[in-house]
């Protein structure tokens, strides 16, 4: 039986996804009674954390890193597919692809604004990351060398995104857990394009269906990787489960995802590039073969393909927007002074 005009079947994903997307858009943490106490009574009462609370500062400085490298993610995240904008094959596919990396844009300006409130300031973070002090995501450090990676790299690596994400929503921070939830329901709006753009290659020629069994094979690894070293190498994970800030385990999150991709792949007709890779009825779940963390380490570390290159761009882009941004700075300060005069002060 064919498949109808209006585009391809819905995604399936697990129930495990399903309901924790569930539980966090069910989340109202601002119009909920507090407990009284400190902040050790607000983690164990699952309350967020709010800008003007006391915390550790250790907990100040673990969401400020993550939020900045999360951010820094989203803002150079824009570069593997914005090249490819002007060489899309048809309008519709040029539009959203655009709204794809306006998203991203996006993403980057709502964590910054919730770093902000933790008191680091976006210039010091900015400059961390062009001086290479902070990292971002490293699957952004390979190449997108045909236009199906386009569609892989939305399909793997924002489906990677959202199983890493959605938790966020519920993450023990206030500014941080509302910011997510307007994130992940952009990122699902990307995967869901990369799926459909993946699902007409495979239903078109043999060299798009080549092209595309291509790029998902190359960035399978990637998107695997993009979950961190694994739970016994991983630095900052207990502690950031131990205050609600991450709510899964690197390994438990790498091991949902598989869980997620193998019945869509299915759907897709490709085929993941894990001979390895099979339903473990006694588990539960798909066994697979974990990405190389010797080459996550070397690309986390600046040694990946595209990581000075990506990095460049971004100071060039920087240095070229400098009179934008001492433009605006110098129409806000005549603004205040202007509203200063008028009222007298």
Known sequence: MSQPISGPPPMPVTDWLSAQWDDA???????????????????????????????PSG??????????QHAHSEVVGMQPEAHWIPRAPTLHRKAVLLAKVQD????GLYLYAAAETLGATREDMLAALLAGRQGYLSFINYPTLTWADTAALAWLTDGAAIVNQVPLCQTSYGPYARAMLRVCREESF????????????????????????DAVARWWYPALAMFGPPDARSTHSAQSMAWRIKRFSNDELRQRFVDVCVPQAELLGVTLPDPAMRWNAERRHYDFTPPD???????????????????????????????????????????????????GT
């Open 25 to 55: 858009c069910a989340l109202d943490p601002r119009g909920d009674a507090r407990p009284d106490g400190g902040f050790d009574d607000l983690i164990a009462a699952e309350r967020k954390i709010e800008p003007r609370d006391q915390m």
């Open 190 to 213: 990307h995967h869901r394009q990369g799926f459909d753009s993946l699902w007409v290659m495979m239903r078109g020629t043999a060299a798009q269906r080549e092209m595309a069994a």
């Open 293 to 343: 963390f010797g080459e996550l380490t070397q690309v986390i570390r600046g040694h990946g393909p595209c990581n000075r290159q990506r990095l460049e761009h971004r100071r060039q882009v920087h240095e070229e927007g400098r009179w934008v941004r001492e433009a605006a700075a110098e129409y806000a300060r005549k603004h205040a002074m202007r509203n200063g005069g008028q009222d």
């Open 59 to 68: 907990y100040r400085e673990t969401l400020i890193r993550q939020l900045g």
């Open 104 to 107: 991203e844009a996006g993403h």
